[in-house]
């Protein structure tokens, strides 16, 4: 699960900005939400990419702007919120000794990692606002459960012992792009071999949608190859949602195609910011996205473009063009 992690920057830069501390985790879908609803007041520039912010660009421009730039709020949603519950069971659980880590144990997690979830993040609880009766919250604790469950018929968490969890990672490329990002597990073998492992509660892509869905794992793969030297054994990604696991093995010129992609990716978004131009683009998820009322497409108008703005200028050669991943 990829949470929040981008840097901003206080004015125009290049892919060299300066290091920032990352921002707090939080749910997927509501990763980019800010604490204020003033817009210009949040407004900075991009200084580090993260997978999910990738993705943002790549799905739609100027989603990418109402998130980074704008930090416009978002409303959390059950699935995501859902998916942030497993995915702290699944951390906590490799807390205790090795032989108790069993089904039973896991499950138990569930309500004491739920209290914790609203204390730290009080507008979850809006979720189950209109439920007095908790029978839904009922049902949505169940649905957690159960996929806290099937993760043991995927893996045997007594026979892993990981080296690290929700771990932290940041590279700055030699172009002086900085990639970071949260990776929810690093397991390290007896002979070095590192396997990079990502839980997902939804249900595995169809087979002609995998590339798309191992691009964050290049992306983690990638930073760990240009931290560690080491390029990782194995990526892999556990779909709870439909108990299938989906693996890789990279080798350094799949990464190096990553990062040329990156690359392009990021000198799309410097001239969009520079420019100003944040286009959106229409596809099927634009119906489960948050900021319709400021989309053109659904008639809206975004708020007024809150960063300085200059001429387009000339492509920066290759960099300027989306390479293959």
């Given amino acids: 699960m990829e949470t929040s992690t981008e840097g901003v920057a206080q004015a125009p830069s290049s892919p060299a900005a300066s290091a920032d501390p990352p921002a707090p985790a ?4 509501t990763a980019a939400a800010a604490d204020t609803a003033a817009p210009a007041a949040a407004a900075a520039v991009p200084a580090a990419l993260s997978p999910s912010r990738a993705n943002d660009f790549m799905q ?16 959390p949603s059950e699935a995501a919120t859902r998916g942030t519950l497993v995915h702290a ?5 490799f807390d205790a000794p090795a032989a108790e880590r069993t089904p039973p144990r896991a499950k138990a997690l569930v309500p004491g990692q739920w209290e914790r979830l609203r204390e730290t993040r009080p507008e979850v609880a809006e979720l189950f606002a209109d439920d007095p009766e908790g029978e839904r919250l009922a049902r949505w604790l169940g649905e957690a459960e159960r996929l806290v469950e099937r993760w043991f018929t995927l893996e045997d968490p007594s026979r892993l012992e990981p080296a690290e969890r929700e771990l932290f990672v940041e590279a700055e490329l030699e172009s002086g792009l900085r990639l970071r990002g949260i990776i ?36 983690y793969a990638l930073v760990v190859w240009r931290l560690k030297k080491v390029v990782p054994r194995r990526l892999q990604l556990v779909y709870l949602g439909s108990g299938d696991v989906l693996t890789y093995d990279p080798v350094p010129a799949d990464l190096e195609r990553v990062e040329r992609k990156l690359l392009a990716l ?7 910011t520079e420019t100003g131009d944040w286009r959106p683009r229409p596809t099927r998820l634009c119906g489960w996205c948050d900021h319709q009322a400021h989309c053109p497409e659904f008639g809206g108008t975004p708020p007024p473009y809150p960063l300085p703005v200059g001429a387009a200028g000339p492509a920066a050669g290759p960099q300027g063009r989306m390479g293959p991943d």
């Fill in 184 to 219: 929810d597990r690093v397991d390290v073998a007896p002979t070095g071999e590192v396997r990079i492992v990502d839980y997902k509660t939804g249900r595995a892509p169809r087979p002609e949608y995998a590339e798309s869905a191992l691009f964050q794992m290049k992306f």
């Fill in 89 to 93: 069971v699944l951390e906590r659980l």
């Fill in 60 to 75: 739609c421009p100027l989603l990418y702007r109402f998130r980074v730039i704008d930090r416009l709020p978002e409303k």
């Fill in 266 to 272: 990021w000198e799309a978004i410097r001239q969009a």
């Fill in 26 to 29: 939080g749910p997927a879908t």
